[in-house]
């Protein structure tokens, strides 16, 4: 009975996750973070490969790879292996990490607990908390889910070993939290979560002593304490080990906050404040954003406040410690696990907070919430009817509310548009909308990041961008200056910087910018590509393409450079290498529009040779879907008289996807000429289902009823096609 209940229990919280979340597989990439995790970097598009996965484990202090969490980024590998930029697959994986979460730390609680009904609350409000949608409905915080998933099988494995004793599952739960790790540091606070476990629900540790207590039962506990302690000697020298690897990752980027730019005493202050905001937002969860930015002061009355505040529930969890040790637990689980990102130590773009920094820690809260309330009714009449009745009413709200925050995810613009207008003076959301908008209104939102925070360099080098796109090349420059004097390694800037230099004619000063950027990173694609425009625009054919060479040797699925590469080609005559490059650049990117031209002029160029088509069919077999290919070669057996193999390849040409009026007409001009008329009109009136009153096709469809012997509509259609 106990089994079948469980699995209805799970069953039960999967659809209720499924309902909060499923509108997520309509979202698509933001332009926050997931172009450096995923769609614009290099390493992590071209898929897995053992290259990529070498990369993954390397420190390398460039802007793509400054966070040192390999399975992190393998993951996101395996995603665009298995779907590509096709965001939806992303996003499904992270609902299922999410799903997964949720099931696993219903068992382990219940397993640890044996309250099914308290342990099914707790994973039912991490399941739909509207919190946790920045962890689920952010391809880029994929990092978050798969270390949770980690951090959940570490407890049920310690509980696995609390409860048995055997040193399998001791070493089962090292290695989890290694894998943990290797995924996002911030587990670094599990040892000591698995030290308050041992308190409770464990109850290896037994504070059960009355208040006349012996000196000898404070030695027992004590020693029991320490020897737990030492039990956990191994993770805390693996977590300690992770803090000096993620600072060295993070100093050798540039990217730690100084004590000068933000003082110890604002850091102290806002992580008062932000303790008590981390709780407001569980209670009455409303306005939540993607960003909130830090404060530039921290009022001392709410500071005291708050200290107060957290003090006064500190003192009460002691106090509990021996009557509702689970309200203690969950207290100091809160307290202890945002203590990484509480921003002590800052890194990076740093927030007054963000939801979700609160995955994890959020349970200890939920602890609370579920026994707490259970405890409380527990004394009334009718408690336990009251108690599932107001918690099945607490997660039909959350459940809405979750829906209508992942909403918000479908887009960056509806993302950062909605962080607008939630909270006050957030650089960072407008300077995200700017990016997902263009021209002047991009423009306008730039300038208010700036207004904002004037040494926002991100917020430079983008405005310098929307400027260069409006051919404002001399402001588009003092930005780009601007964003490198803030940032002196800012690679993206000295990049778009070389770029409006050349675009100048200022080649010279461009030439020492793009060396400049491939100094600071000789892997980055873009810039190789940006260099190779910059020296085929002087005429240094040899140098560009030795730079679009490079591009591919970086990232093999570089669609742009093969074409870049195959418009060079194309330039110097060299005709079939230009087309095999052309046909690279359509099989990564089949809507490549440009690729796609330009091959049709290398194939004009050659004409029908047995070169051109031998090209063809190599390209071909590397990519049978092809549009243009599939198209070229209907032509060529056509002109030669082969036309069941002409209506083959054109059939195959329009089954691709793209119902081209040129296509039909040359399919319905293949089936007249071998006399199979019906399917001929088939085929032009199809021209004219997608272009009415298609001349051309009017004229067609006349021939074909002349060579039926039909002059009557021959000549209707004569007429139509002289309208």
């Given at each position: 009975?106990?089994?079948?209940?469980t699995?209805?229990?799970?069953?039960?919280?999967?659809?209720?996750?499924?309902?909060?979340?499923?509108?997520?597989?309509?979202?698509?990439?933001?332009n926050?973070?997931?172009?450096?995790?995923?769609?614009?970097?290099?390493?992590?598009?071209?898929?897995?490969?053992?290259?990529?996965?070498?990369?993954?484990?390397?420190i390398?202090?460039?802007?793509?790879?400054?966070?040192?969490?390999?399975?992190?980024?393998?993951?996101?590998?395996?995603?665009?292996?298995?779907?590509?930029?096709?965001?939806?697959?992303?996003?499904?994986?992270?609902?299922?990490?999410?799903?997964?979460?949720?099931?696993?730390?219903?068992?382990?609680?219940?397993?640890?607990?044996?309250?099914?009904?308290?342990?099914?609350?707790?994973?039912?409000?991490?399941?739909?908390?509207?919190?946790?949608?920045?962890?689920?409905?952010?391809?880029?915080?994929?990092?978050?889910?798969?270390?949770?998933?980690?951090?959940?099988?570490?407890?049920?494995?310690?509980?696995?070993?609390?409860?048995?004793?055997?040193?399998?599952?001791?070493?089962?739960?090292?290695?989890?939290?290694?894998?943990?790790?290797?995924?996002?540091?911030?587990?670094?606070?599990?040892?000591?979560?698995?030290?308050?476990l041992?308190?409770?629900p464990?109850n290896?540790?037994?504070?059960?002593?009355?208040?006349?207590?012996?000196?000898?039962?404070f030695?027992?506990?004590?020693?029991?304490?320490?020897?737990?302690?030492?039990?956990?000697a191994p993770?805390?020298?693996?977590?300690?080990?992770?803090?000096?690897?993620?600072?060295?990752?993070?100093?050798?980027?540039?990217?730690?906050?100084?004590?000068?730019?933000?003082?110890?005493?604002?850091?102290?202050?806002n992580a008062?404040?932000?303790?008590?905001?981390?709780?407001?937002?569980?209670?009455?969860?409303?306005?939540?954003?993607v960003?909130?930015?830090?404060?530039?002061?921290a009022?001392?009355?709410?500071?005291?406040?708050?200290?107060?505040?957290?003090?006064?529930?500190?003192?009460?969890?002691?106090?509990?410690?021996?009557?509702?040790?689970?309200?203690?637990?969950?207290?100091?689980?809160?307290?202890?696990?945002?203590?990484?990102?509480?921003?002590?130590?800052?890194?990076?773009?740093w927030?007054?907070?963000a939801?979700?920094?609160?995955?994890?820690?959020?349970?200890?809260?939920?602890?609370?919430?579920?026994?707490g309330?259970?405890?409380?009714l527990?004394?009334?009449?009718?408690?336990?009817?009251?108690?599932?009745?107001?918690f099945?009413?607490?997660?039909?709200?959350?459940a809405?509310?979750?829906?209508?925050?992942?909403?918000?995810?479908?887009?960056?613009?509806?993302?950062?548009?909605?962080?607008?207008?939630?909270?006050?003076?957030?650089?960072?959301?407008?300077?995200?909308?700017?990016?997902?908008?263009?021209?002047?209104?991009?423009?306008?939102?730039?300038?208010?990041?700036?207004?904002?925070?004037?040494?926002?360099?991100?917020?430079?080098?983008?405005?310098?961008?929307?400027?260069?796109?409006?051919?404002?090349?001399n402001r588009?420059?003092?930005?780009f200056?601007?964003?490198?004097?803030?940032?002196?390694?800012?690679?993206?800037?000295?990049?778009?910087?070389?770029?409006?230099?050349?675009?100048?004619?200022r080649?010279?000063?461009?030439?020492?910018?793009?060396?400049?950027?491939l100094?600071?990173?000789?892997?980055?694609?873009?810039?190789?590509?940006s260099?190779?425009?910059?020296?085929?625009?002087?005429?240094?054919?040899?140098?560009?393409?030795?730079?679009?060479?490079?591009?591919?040797?970086?990232?093999?699925?570089?669609?742009?450079?093969?074409h870049?590469?195959?418009v060079?080609?194309?330039?110097?005559g060299?005709?079939?290498?230009?087309?095999r490059?052309?046909?690279?650049?359509?099989?990564?990117?089949?809507?490549?529009?440009?690729?796609?031209?330009?091959?049709?002029?290398?194939f004009?160029?050659?004409?029908?040779?047995?070169?051109?088509?031998?090209a063809?069919?190599?390209?071909?077999?590397?990519?049978?879907?092809?549009?243009?290919?599939?198209r070229?070669?209907?032509?060529?057996?056509?002109?030669?008289?082969?036309?069941?193999?002409?209506?083959?390849?054109?059939?195959?040409?329009?089954?691709?996807?793209?119902?081209?009026?040129?296509t039909?007409?040359?399919?319905?001009?293949?089936?007249?000429?071998?006399?199979?008329?019906?399917?001929?009109?088939?085929?032009?009136?199809?021209?004219?289902?997608?272009?009415?009153?298609?001349?051309?096709?009017?004229?067609?469809?006349?021939?074909?009823?002349?060579?039926?012997?039909?002059?009557?509509?021959?000549?209707?259609?004569?007429?139509?096609?002289?309208?």
């Amino acid at each position: 009975m106990k089994s079948k209940s469980t699995a209805w229990i799970i069953v039960f919280l999967v659809l209720l996750t499924l309902f909060a979340y499923w509108d997520v597989r309509n979202a698509g990439f933001v332009n926050f973070d997931d172009d450096l995790y995923v769609t614009g970097n290099d390493r992590v598009k071209s898929g897995l490969t053992i290259d990529n996965i070498a990369w993954a484990f390397q420190i390398r202090h460039t802007e793509d790879n400054a966070h040192f969490h390999p399975f992190t980024w393998i993951s996101h590998m395996a995603d665009c292996e298995l779907f590509g930029l096709s965001p939806a697959g992303h996003h499904l994986v992270n609902l299922l990490l999410h799903i997964f979460n949720t099931g696993f730390l219903f068992l382990v609680f219940r397993k640890m607990t044996g309250a099914s009904l308290e342990s099914a609350i707790v994973a039912a409000l991490f399941a739909i908390h509207p919190v946790n949608v920045d962890s689920v409905a952010w391809i880029a915080q994929r990092k978050n889910l798969l270390s949770t998933f980690f951090w959940i099988l570490s407890i049920m494995a310690y509980a696995e070993y609390a409860i048995h004793g055997k040193t399998r599952n001791y070493l089962i739960t090292f290695m989890l939290f290694l894998s943990g790790l290797l995924t996002k540091p911030m587990l670094v606070t599990l040892p000591f979560t698995l030290l308050l476990l041992d308190l409770w629900p464990l109850n290896r540790i037994r504070i059960d002593f009355e208040r006349n207590h012996q000196q000898s039962e404070f030695k027992t506990i004590s020693y029991r304490i320490m020897m737990l302690v030492i039990e956990k000697a191994p993770f805390f020298i693996l977590s300690f080990g992770f803090v000096i690897l993620s600072s060295i990752s993070q100093k050798g980027y540039g990217e730690v906050v100084s004590l000068e730019d933000v003082p110890l005493s604002l850091r102290i202050g806002n992580a008062l404040i932000s303790y008590i905001a981390y709780i407001k937002n569980a209670l009455a969860p409303m306005e939540l954003s993607v960003f909130y930015p830090y404060p530039k002061s921290a009022p001392l009355l709410w500071t005291c406040l708050s200290a107060c505040i957290l003090i006064g529930v500190s003192a009460a969890a002691i106090r509990s410690i021996r009557k509702s040790p689970y309200f203690f637990i969950g207290w100091c689980w809160f307290l202890g696990t945002l203590v990484p990102v509480i921003g002590l130590m800052q890194t990076g773009l740093w927030p007054a907070l963000a939801d979700r920094w609160a995955y994890v820690p959020y349970i200890g809260l939920f602890i609370i919430i579920a026994f707490g309330c259970r405890d409380i009714l527990r004394n009334f009449e009718f408690g336990g009817m009251i108690y599932i009745v107001a918690f099945c009413v607490i997660i039909t709200i959350l459940a809405g509310v979750t829906r209508i925050q992942t909403g918000y995810w479908k887009n960056s613009g509806t993302l950062f548009s909605h962080a607008v207008e939630v909270t006050e003076n957030n650089y960072v959301a407008h300077n995200n909308l700017g990016l997902y908008l263009s021209g002047p209104e991009a423009e306008k939102h730039f300038k208010a990041a700036l207004e904002i925070k004037p040494d926002f360099y991100k917020a430079h080098n983008n405005l310098g961008m929307a400027l260069y796109e409006q051919k404002k090349l001399n402001r588009a420059v003092f930005h780009f200056q601007k964003a490198i004097e803030l940032k002196p390694d800012y690679k993206t800037a000295y990049n778009n910087l070389a770029v409006a230099l050349s675009e100048m004619d200022r080649f010279d000063e461009a030439r020492d910018y793009f060396n400049k950027v491939l100094e600071i990173d000789p892997g980055y694609a873009g810039a190789r590509l940006s260099f190779g425009a910059a020296l085929a625009k002087h005429e240094l054919y040899s140098q560009a393409k030795i730079q679009f060479n490079k591009a591919l040797e970086i990232n093999p699925d570089f669609a742009e450079a093969y074409h870049n590469l195959g418009v060079l080609l194309k330039d110097q005559g060299d005709m079939m290498d230009a087309i095999r490059n052309f046909n690279e650049a359509v099989r990564i990117d089949p809507t490549y529009r440009n690729a796609q031209l330009n091959r049709e002029d290398a194939f004009a160029a050659l004409g029908m040779t047995e070169q051109a088509v031998a090209a063809a069919v190599e390209g071909l077999e590397r990519n049978p879907d092809d549009y243009g290919l599939n198209r070229y070669l209907g032509n060529v057996y056509r002109s030669g008289g082969k036309l069941s193999e002409a209506v083959s390849f054109y059939k195959k040409a329009l089954e691709t996807g793209y119902p081209q009026p040129k296509t039909l007409s040359e399919l319905g001009i293949a089936y007249a000429m071998r006399g199979a008329y019906d399917d001929a009109l088939v085929a032009f009136k199809s021209v004219i289902e997608i272009k009415p009153g298609d001349a051309l096709a009017c004229y067609h469809i006349a021939c074909v009823h002349a060579l039926k012997n039909d002059p009557e509509s021959a000549v209707q259609w004569l007429k139509r096609s002289l309208e």
